[in-house]
């Protein structure tokens, strides 16, 4: 118990510096104690990257569930049940038309479904974005982040649980590309998705 009162104590003083919602704040601390935490002398302390691309799924299953842009998987997704990519495109077809007149999914509507072209802008505030949407996904709710770049739902495949995948929308002026990641990866990946390096290999592999 003591430990909690702690953590709402740092959490309130992180608010009152830096203007941060709870949840926000709460995420920057667990992010920053993860980090702190000692590796053991025995442990492999190489960087082991948690979000894998290679090459975009089969343009014809894209272009069947309707999406006018390329997908590409995480290799962690692809390893799971082996429709379940598939049954992904599908459902984020339905999840941008059953939203149709939903702001927060305007920009995977305009450009995935309906193949228009325009740039996102990469800013320094995507990074509280990407905290306030893992914190978001581990209270369970799903949906479009602040600026519309992630949207997070539930896929079914009969007899299983449902898996949570969050598909990421890579942009350039002539170009677009969904990015779709396991949920249960994204809290744990928060430094590949703020490394401008990274963002960088993932946009030049996906030809934007």
């Known amino acids: 118990m003591t430990d909690k009162k702690n953590l709402k104590k740092r959490v309130r003083e992180r608010q ?35 979000i894998k691309i290679e090459e975009p799924w089969d343009p014809a299953v894209t272009r069947e569930a309707g999406l006018q842009c390329p997908v590409f998987a995480d290799e962690g997704l692809k390893a799971r049940t082996a429709p379940l990519v598939p049954t992904a495109l599908f459902q984020l077809a339905e999840v941008l038309r059953a939203t149709s007149t939903h702001p927060s999914t305007q920009h995977f509507r305009r450009m995935v479904l309906h193949g228009e072209r325009y740039s996102l802008p990469l800013g320094p505030e995507l990074f509280t974005e990407i905290m306030e949407f893992g914190a978001q996904l581990r209270l369970g709710m799903r949906g479009a982040s602040a600026s519309g770049r992630y949207l997070a739902f539930d896929v079914t495949l009969p007899g299983r649980s449902p898996v949570l995948v969050v598909a990421l929308l890579m942009t350039s002026p002539v170009q677009a590309a969904v990015f779709l990641i396991d949920g249960d990866v994204w809290p744990k990946a928060t430094a590949e998705l703020n490394d401008p390096s990274w963002v960088r290999n993932v946009v030049r592999r996906m030809g934007l």
């Open 16 to 50: 009152e510096k830096t203007g941060e919602r709870y949840s926000t704040a709460l995420a920057h601390l667990r992010a920053q104690a993860r980090e702190e935490e000692p590796v053991s002398p025995s442990a492999n302390t190489a960087p082991k990257q948690r």
